[in-house]
């Protein structure tokens, strides 16, 4: 596909989402649900790219099951030179249906493992669960480090799942029922070394500062990025799920053929990601 073709096409995927969502309608009702929260955050492949010029469909595709799955999402720049990450797209404080999401730069959408995961989820019977994203592109894991110099990130976690539960309809109960997190590709060597330790901390926070979280379970999404550095941080977040079992990490160094541009995952890979994720989160069920 030529890029000049690939710009038109998005754009009418753009127009055609915005369009979709103005009569967008939550899931949830006031009638006494329990719902589990999960909770995806991360740098690009948490918020899922879609600057691939060679795919002549960026969408997450249809499926019946999006309009049954209740979804929140507050994402911040894609830009990894953007120290401010500010907060360019969101669900308007609204739990409404999984969609893909207001892209830029680059993308023209963004959608990452959410989409995979929730779908995988309600094809095997899971009902009952709000999915919120709340995700930015690069970024090293500090920004996720509660009291860093800068813990923009961490902030805005905490923030949009308050959000989120604050949306949700009255009478209806809830539990942060799982972390899904995928970082590392932008970590400095300093914060490789540390990548281990600084997810186990982000996770510690998250149980203490957020109601009903104290029994959340971790799902890392492996990166796939080559060199020493990446090898540093795929060891250090592997080993926490060996040594923990609220940990589950889901390898995807199989996938490194099915990215786009040697980093970003392109939409398969993204897709199958999600249901591995949501593969290890059943796994709990059992």
């Known amino acids: 596909m030529s890029k000049p073709f690939h710009f038109i096409f998005t754009c009418l995927m753009l127009a055609a989402g915005v369009a979709w969502s103005q009569d967008d309608v939550s899931p949830l009702k006031a009638n ?3 719902v589990k929260i999960f909770v995806l955050t991360g740098q690009s492949n948490s918020l899922g790219t879609t600057a691939d010029t060679k795919e002549p469909d960026i969408s997450p595709g249809k499926d019946a099951m999006d309009a049954r799955i209740p979804f929140f ?5 894609s830009r990894s030179g953007d120290a401010a990450a500010k907060l360019y797209d969101d669900s308007g404080g609204k739990i409404v249906t999984l969609r893909a999401q207001k892209g830029d730069g680059a993308n023209p959408l963004f959608w990452g493992p959410e989409i995979g995961f929730s779908r995988h989820l309600a094809a095997n019977g899971v009902k009952d669960f709000l999915f919120v994203k709340a995700s930015r592109g690069g970024g090293g894991n500090s920004c996720w480090l509660k009291g860093s110099r800068d813990d923009h990130m961490y902030r805005h976690v905490v923030e949009t799942v308050q959000q989120a539960v604050k949306a949700l309809p009255q009478g209806v109960t809830f539990e942060i029922a799982a972390l899904l997190y995928i970082q590392g590709e932008s970590d400095s060597p300093a914060e490789a070394a540390a990548s281990g330790e600084r997810v186990r901390t982000l996770v510690e926070n998250m149980r203490k500062d957020l109601s009903n979280a104290a029994a959340m379970k971790v799902i890392i999404g492996g990166i796939a990025s080559g060199g020493e550095k990446s090898d540093v941080v795929r060891a250090q977040q592997s080993a ?20 786009y541009d040697n980093l970003h995952f392109s939409k398969g890979a993204k ?3 999600g249901q591995r994720m949501a593969k290890a989160w059943m796994e709990w069920s059992k």
């Open 73 to 77: 999402w507050a994402n911040r720049s």
């Open 271 to 273: 897709l199958e990601i």
């Open 32 to 34: 006494g649900q329990h």
């Open 240 to 259: 926490l799920a060996k040594n923990d079992p609220t940990f589950r990490y889901i390898d995807t160094l199989d996938l490194r053929g099915q990215r």
